[in-house]
């Protein structure tokens, strides 16, 4: 079932959301998908009536900025940034407004020192790859603990228009935070990024938006524990998996009849590695 709304088609689980709520009474004109709106409730929620710092990177007409005010509450101290010297505008309703280029490192490094540390920053400026991965990567040591940095219309890292498909596009440097986390784990090589393995703690993908989580107090290296419980010495059946390990250990067994000394551990590179990465290529089709 879909509603309408100004003469839009919405899907009805939108028409409820807090966040929704205030775009619509929000003044100015603000444009935004209808897919983030759940996104936004999901992940901002926890930072409502909160003395957030909350910045955006892209203001244009200002909707949005009302939007956040709406949504967060009057003590969210609300950060806008647009390359557009007219956003400075919206300074007499009570935001901060800085003029830059995110694209700029420069930019990023002034902002940081006349600001401090934020909670969330969230990009909706320019899109491109370069404007989305400096502004990423400038500002995740800015976060705060248990803040979140959003990356809007990440979709452009699959249009033409935006020099995409890349190796450098953004969504592409987004997904070298899935190996960042995982190198947190004791053995684990070094991941792209690695720099920031202290800082994020989780990622999350959605339909044209990416966030990250940061928070240095839970990026810590994962130990074994456990609860002392009572043990029936269950056997770890992990090495019974397959039909086809029992068929190597046959086959291992023939080899070493016919005088061929193969080891376990030879074989499973040599014979098996290959047979099952055969088997697991229809998951990557
Ligand atoms: C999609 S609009 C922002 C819309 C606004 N957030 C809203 O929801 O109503 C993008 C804005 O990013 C700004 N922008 C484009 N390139 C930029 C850059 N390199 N640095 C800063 N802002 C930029 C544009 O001037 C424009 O106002």
């Given at each position: ?33 209808s ?40 003590q ?52 491109t ?5 400096v ?5 995740i ?7 979140l ?18 190796k450098?596009s953004?969504?592409n ?26 800082a ?11 966030g ?10 994962s130990s ?6 009572q ?12 039909a ?18 193969v ?23």
């Amino acid at each position: 079932m879909t509603i309408q709304f100004q003469n839009q088609t919405l899907n009805p689980l939108i028409a409820n959301l807090e966040i929704f709520k205030a775009y619509q009474q929000s003044p100015y004109l603000s444009l935004k998908h209808s897919a983030y709106f759940q996104v936004y409730e999901e992940l901002l929620s926890q930072y409502r009536g909160k003395s957030i710092t909350f910045v955006e990177v892209g203001v244009l007409n200002g909707g949005s900025l009302f939007m956040w005010r709406n949504f967060f509450g009057p003590q969210a101290r609300i950060i806008g940034i647009d390359f557009n010297p007219l956003a400075k505008r919206w300074e007499q309703d009570g935001f901060e407004i800085y003029i830059g280029s995110q694209s700029s490192s420069d930019f990023w490094k002034n902002f940081f020192s006349a600001v401090g540390p934020v909670d969330v920053l969230l990009d909706d400026g320019g899109h491109t790859n370069e404007q989305q991965i400096v502004t990423t990567h400038e500002a995740i040591p800015f976060i705060k603990d248990g803040g979140l940095l959003l990356v809007e219309d990440v979709h452009t890292s699959y249009f033409k228009d935006f020099g995409n498909p890349s190796k450098y596009s953004f969504i592409n440097y987004a997904k070298q935070f899935v190996d960042v986390v995982n190198s947190r784990f004791p053995g684990v090589q070094p991941a792209p990024q690695a720099r920031f393995k202290k800082a994020v703690y989780s990622v999350h993908f959605y339909d044209s938006i990416v966030g990250l989580s940061v928070d240095r107090t839970k990026c810590f290296t994962s130990s074994w524990t456990s609860n002392e419980g009572q043990t029936f010495e269950a056997e770890d059946y992990r090495h019974h998996d397959s039909a086809a390990r029992q068929l190597n250990q046959a086959l291992i067994k023939t080899f070493h009849k016919v005088g061929l000394k193969v080891s376990m551990g030879k074989f499973l590179k040599l014979v098996e590695a290959p047979l099952v990465k055969n088997r697991l290529k229809r998951f990557f089709k």
